[in-house]
């Protein structure tokens, strides 16, 4: 193995690949806005959190400040140019949300895109910043799901392979998804 000690981390694409989500958030005029974010991970069971971490570059970064709650929706590989777009585009220049179908939120007031496969509703449970970016920890307050897409385990949704397919990432524009011909059940 060869090592590296001065590395651009910006460029740390080794990390990947690992799923992208978009960050829904609605502004004070209740227009919706979307943001790509790669750099997130469920965080505790009890109380649900899930984190994502934000550049406070990020237009998204001040909206969630503003309403101290947001979405945060899988997205399907069918749909995967959404997801280009959501990251490269800011609410600043253009309204991301034009095309995108929104149901009604239950529990916050977050949008909720018809054509994700699966959305959490979240509040604002803390944030701190590390280096340049800031993790925002939202709680989980409903979990929204395409039940045409999911099938259940222990009372819960399982994304179903066949039926939808989640976007990865590997940095720089590149996309990927999984192949279901690779699952291995090694409790059976
Ligand atoms: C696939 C992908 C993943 C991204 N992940 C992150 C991320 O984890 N954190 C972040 O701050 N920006 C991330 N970005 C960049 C933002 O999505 C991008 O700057 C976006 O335009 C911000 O939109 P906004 O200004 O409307 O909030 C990502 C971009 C792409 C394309």
């Known amino acids: ?7 651009n981390f ?9 799923i992208v989500v978009v960050v829904g958030v609605f502004d004070k005029n209740l227009r919706a806005n979307f943001m790509s974010c ?8 009890d109380p649900p959190l899930y984190g994502v971490s934000i550049s ?3 237009a998204t970064y001040n909206l969630i400040l503003e309403r101290e709650e947001f979405s945060i929706c899988f997205w399907p590989f069918d749909k995967v140019q959404d997801v280009e777009f959501f990251g ?3 609410y600043r220049e253009i309204d991301k949300s034009k095309d995108i179908k929104l149901i009604e939120s239950i529990k916050t ?3 909720i895109p018809e054509r994700a496969y699966a959305v959490l509703e979240c509040s604002l449970y803390d944030y701190t910043t590390y ?3 800031t993790l925002f920890v939202g709680k989980i307050l409903v979990i929204h799901f395409d039940e045409n897409s999911t099938y259940e385990l222990f009372n819960m949704p399982v994304l179903d392979l066949n039926k939808k397919k989640p976007v ?10 999984v192949d279901e011909k690779t699952i291995l059940n090694l409790r059976k």
């Open 10 to 18: 910006r460029r740390g694409y080794i990390v990947y690949p690992s």
């Open 109 to 111: 007031k977050t949008p």
């Open 1 to 7: 193995m060869k090592y590296l000690l001065d590395f």
């Open 38 to 45: 790669i750099w997130n991970t469920p965080l505790s069971f």
């Open 88 to 90: 490269t585009y800011s």
């Open 168 to 177: 990865l990432y590997l940095g720089n524009g590149i996309y990927l998804t």
């Open 131 to 133: 280096g340049d970016h």
């Open 56 to 58: 406070p570059t990020r």
